[in-house]
């Protein structure tokens, strides 16, 4: 019998496991950006969920939709983006928007998208070493797509880097042990007694995308004892308040697991879409440690502030009917991957009506504590009283995905697999599927009308038409 397991231990023995690299932390982390520059009046946050490559192509077409908006200036819209948040294949782009800007979609398609990210990466399900190591823990580890990454794209980048951008971003991972989302944020990285200013941005990335069997988990060490740590008052409050949200409550134990050592010693991350596919976590985490309900903005922003767009881009494919026209199937790999696709799914759904219900909260809340201010502190935050009104503000949030587009359309996109390697002609396609659903989002237009602008007029100059149902902002 040992002689028959020999020749699986000692593939099993293969697996690329991962080693911590994240240091000690001296003193606390800095918050993830300065503030925003600018009149303030415009604010943008964007959430890119997973899927690959095709998610990363999906919301590239997004921000070169931003950017054709006519606003008079080279980048359109994306100047005044502010906030994103990414997970699996929308963390790329996210991570490279926060890092340099609009700048940074400038040559992304032949940068990135139209390249093999896949080059150091084990993808043949054929061979039997291949499957051990899926079984073993993963297949491939950060020295494969967290290599690639740091090579095209990020140059050793590090969190440090993206503070100096005014675009706050949120790369989202999933916490196996404690089944709930892991942000890397400052507040994640007190927990750990760990600097986050010197961890890769590439090791985040790859950490939001490590797709179960797929990808080893990547591994952080928990330096307790290594600072001072003192729990932030948002998560006692979660912990011991009744009325705190379920999701809430969970990362808030997450958070203080990490500060155990009989508890956590090694946190062990996977595709962030398992527990949050657009990584919605941060906004309320942000929302209650700031414990002011104008959060994530300051409140200067929050004064100034008159038209907030908030789009998702969404690009999931539609239900996958293979295993349901026949009697066998899945098991084995194909069992375990559907499994976390389902949940992936799930995650999509639950994950946006989540998002535009704090969104809702946060709008109410804004506008009570706008209206609650003395027209001295108006002043002095706004500069002047002139034209202010408290309840002037407008809020959209919309989510742009396959479904807006023909079904023919659709056809093709939910053929598009989700690999870090495409047909150049599957980039374009999903790419240009970014754009038109951006232009058929209601919110979208809706937001547009608000400033102005006629949605019409812009998507004959950027020469597609498109069309929606009637839309009103969340207010």
């Known amino acids: 019998m040992r002689r028959a397991l020999l020749p699986l231990l000692l593939l099993l023995g293969c697996a690329p496991w991962n080693q911590p690299q994240n240091q000690p932390l001296q003193g606390e982390n800095a918050p993830l950006s300065d503030p925003a520059p600018g009149d303030g009046e415009l604010y943008i946050g964007l959430a890119f969920s997973g899927g690959g490559m095709r998610a990363t192509a999906f919301a590239y077409g997004m921000l070169q939709e931003l950017q054709a908006a006519q606003t008079g200036t080279p980048y359109g819209l994306l100047d005044n983006v502010h906030l994103v948040s990414g997970v699996s294949g929308g963390s790329v782009m996210a991570a490279q928007l926060g890092l340099k800007g609009p700048e940074g979609i400038t040559g992304l398609r032949e940068k990135f998208l139209i390249t093999n990210a896949e080059t150091h990466m084990t993808t043949s399900g054929l061979n039997p070493l291949t499957i051990a190591k899926g079984v073993a823990g993963g297949v491939n580890g950060r020295d ?26 949120w790369i989202n991972a999933t916490d196996m042990a404690n089944n709930t989302p892991f942000l890397f944020s400052p507040e994640t990285f007190d927990a750990l007694c760990s600097d986050l200013s010197r961890v890769k941005l590439s090791e985040a990335v790859a950490a939001s995308a490590a797709f179960p069997l797929v990808f080893t988990p990547i591994v952080l060490k928990a330096h307790q004892g290594k600072c001072t740590y003192r729990e932030p008052d948002w998560l006692t409050a979660a912990r011991y308040n009744p009325e705190a949200t379920a999701a809430m409550r969970a990362h808030a134990r997450a958070l203080e697991s990490y500060t155990n050592p009989e508890e956590v010693k090694f946190v062990k991350l996977l595709d962030g879409g398992i527990t949050d596919n657009f990584g919605t976590t941060g906004l309320a985490v942000e929302r209650a440690r700031a414990q002011v309900p104008y959060a994530p903005l300051t409140a200067q922003e929050a004064v100034k502030l008159k038209r907030m767009l908030f789009l998702v881009a969404n690009a999931g494919v539609d239900k996958d009917y293979d295993w349901t026209r026949r009697v066998e199937g899945p098991g084995g790999v194909n069992l375990a991957m559907s499994i976390a696709t389902s949940a992936m799914s799930a995650a999509s759904r639950s994950g946006y009506d989540s998002m535009r219900g704090e969104l809702r909260l ?22 002047s009283t002139q034209g202010w009104d408290c309840k002037d503000v407008k809020l959209f949030v919309g989510e742009a995905s396959f479904a807006s587009l023909p079904k023919a359309t659709r056809d093709q996109l939910d053929a598009v697999p989700t690999r870090l390697k495409l047909p150049t002609s599957q980039v374009d396609m999903v790419i240009e599927a970014g754009r038109q659903a951006t232009r058929a989002t209601p919110e979208f237009n809706g937001f547009l009308a608000s400033l102005g602008a006629n949605p019409i007029e812009t998507r004959i100059q950027t020469g597609i038409a498109a069309g929606g149902r009637r839309v009103t902002p969340l207010n």
């Not at 690639?148 to 971003?169: C, P, Q, V, W």
């Not at 109410?364 to 201010?373: G, H």
């Open 144 to 169: 494969t797509f967290g290599r690639y990454l740091d090579e095209t794209l990020f140059h050793g980048a590090t969190f440090a880097d993206l503070r100096r951008s005014h675009i706050k971003t």
């Open 362 to 383: 946060w709008e109410a809340e804004l506008i009570e504590w706008r209206c609650a201010l003395p027209l001295a502190e108006v002043r002095r935050l706004r500069g």
